[in-house]
């Protein structure tokens, strides 16, 4: 621990320089003493611009956030006009090889602490000795899309009635970052991806803004939409927004033509459409495939109750679980044999609907021999007495072709 005057200067140093250096993770800014009296913390953050590294800033304010980005150059005068007793009197700064911490005194008088061997993982965004736990946001409210759909104002401030969606978005683009960091395509820096039923844009317009803006990749989505009126809403706001990369097409998962694509997304396509999504993901190559079922119509009247369930599956709300499990197990256990590792879990239901169940696949480095999957496949079936899967029937019908 130091204690001196020219503490805030060598913790600006530190921070400056671990950006340069490529090892900077998070810093916070907090116990604020200046005018704006409900300025409660900034949030700093590296982010990729045009190809250059920046320095954003996130003002957390009581019922807003205002988002800002620098160049690195900037850094240092800036920070130095953040800290002090009228302004940020406590600073947090993480990055991969340590961490410091300064602390400004109402007189003014600084303490620095440092120590090495921090975790790699970004810090929490609550200020220190607070026991709020606030989420990471992965999009910011300043980005011109959210204003264009109607999630925030013109003044980059979340519509209250989009909350919801605000916490869908980011927590979809959550699991996705997570998937593309586990996948072959962790360091490509072009991608190709399809959302199949891409409704009013929200999720696609926030993955191709993420893709492009946070990560500088040069992606091209596409949305395929069966309503004309929501391809009109959305096409329109492309142009309005001038973005590059995205466009709108309309089209029926079951009838589109497939092309080679690296990730292929399918959120709440009704019954037999996830798998002809998911089929579609397969033949275009995709190395992520991410869907989220909707109804499962298909494999209910088929089933057999077998004793000792006949008791339990007598109930027509856990025949109709018992449909939905089984249908998206059996659609994992097809993934695997296809080559990828699967999860299923519970996501944030989406609007209008329960539904919230989520499969993942991500296309695996190494093969692995699909006979004991595919034994699996055949003992569930024949367990449960199912003659047809539609998935199965595609990827059958695509080996003989």
Same mark, same amino acid.
């Given at each position: 621990m130091t204690s001196r005057t020219d503490?805030?200067?060598d913790f600006v140093d530190l921070l400056c320089s671990s950006l340069a250096e490529g090892r900077f993770v998070k810093a916070t800014l907090a116990k604020y003493r200046g005018p704006e009296t409900d300025l409660q913390r900034v949030q700093l953050r590296s982010v990729p611009l045009r190809g250059e590294p920046h320095l954003?800033? $996130?003002?957390?304010?009581?019922?807003?956030? #205002?988002? +800002?980005?620098? *160049?690195?150059?900037?850094? *240092?005068?800036?920070?130095?006009?953040? &800290?002090?007793?009228?302004?940020?009197? %406590?600073?947090?700064?993480?990055?991969h090889d340590g961490q410091a911490e300064l602390m #400004?005194?109402?007189?003014?008088?600084?303490?620095?602490?440092?120590?090495?061997?921090? *975790?790699?993982?970004?810090?929490?965004?609550?200020?220190?000795?607070? %026991?709020?736990?606030? +989420?990471q946001r992965w999009l910011t409210l300043d980005r011109p899309f959210l204003a264009e759909l109607g999630v925030t104002t013109a003044l980059h401030t979340l519509v209250p009635a989009m909350a919801? +969606?605000?916490?869908?978005?980011?927590?979809?683009?959550? $699991?996705?970052?997570?998937?593309l960091a586990a996948s072959p395509l962790a360091e490509a820096r072009q991608l190709n991806l399809v959302d199949f039923g891409s409704g009013k844009g929200y999720l696609t317009f926030a993955i191709h803004d993420w893709l492009r803006h946070a990560r500088g990749i040069e992606a091209q989505v596409t949305g395929v939409e069966l309503r004309p009126d929501m391809v009109q809403l959305c096409s329109a706001a492309i142009d309005k927004l001038a973005l590059n990369g995205l466009r709108i097409e309309q089209g029926d998962v079951r009838s589109w033509t497939p092309q080679a694509l690296n990730v292929m997304i399918a959120l709440h396509a009704c019954d037999t459409a996830t798998d002809y999504a998911i089929d579609?993901?397969?033949?275009?190559?995709?190395?992520?495939?991410?869907?989220?079922?909707?109804?499962?119509k298909q494999i209910r009247p088929q089933l057999l109750q077998p004793h000792p369930l006949r008791a339990i599956l007598q109930h027509g709300v856990h025949l109709g679980q018992e449909a939905e499990m089984l249908t998206?197990? &059996?659609?994992a256990l097809l993934l695997e044999a296809s080559g990828y590792d699967t999860q299923v879990f519970e996501f944030i239901s989406l609007e209008h609907t329960n539904k919230n169940k989520m499969i993942l696949a991500v296309k695996r480095r190494q093969p692995k021999p699909a006979e004991p999957v595919l034994q699996q496949i055949a003992e569930v079936k024949a367990f449960y007495g199912i003659r047809e899967h539609c998935l199965e029937t595609l990827l059958a019908a695509r080996r003989a072709a």
């Open positions: 503490a805030l200067s954003q800033l $996130v003002y957390r304010h009581a019922t807003k956030d #205002i988002t +800002k980005n620098h *160049p690195l150059a900037e850094a *240092p005068a800036l920070l130095q006009s953040l &800290l002090g007793a009228q302004a940020f009197r %406590h600073a947090q700064l993480q990055t #400004i005194s109402e007189r003014g008088q600084t303490t620095l602490r440092r120590s090495g061997s921090a *975790p790699t993982t970004a810090p929490t965004d609550s200020a220190p000795q607070s %026991h709020n736990r606030e +989420k919801r +969606k605000w916490k869908q978005i980011n927590k979809f683009i959550e $699991v996705f970052a997570h998937a579609l993901g397969l033949r275009g190559g995709a190395d992520i495939i991410l869907c989220s079922p909707c109804c499962h998206d197990g &059996l659609r």
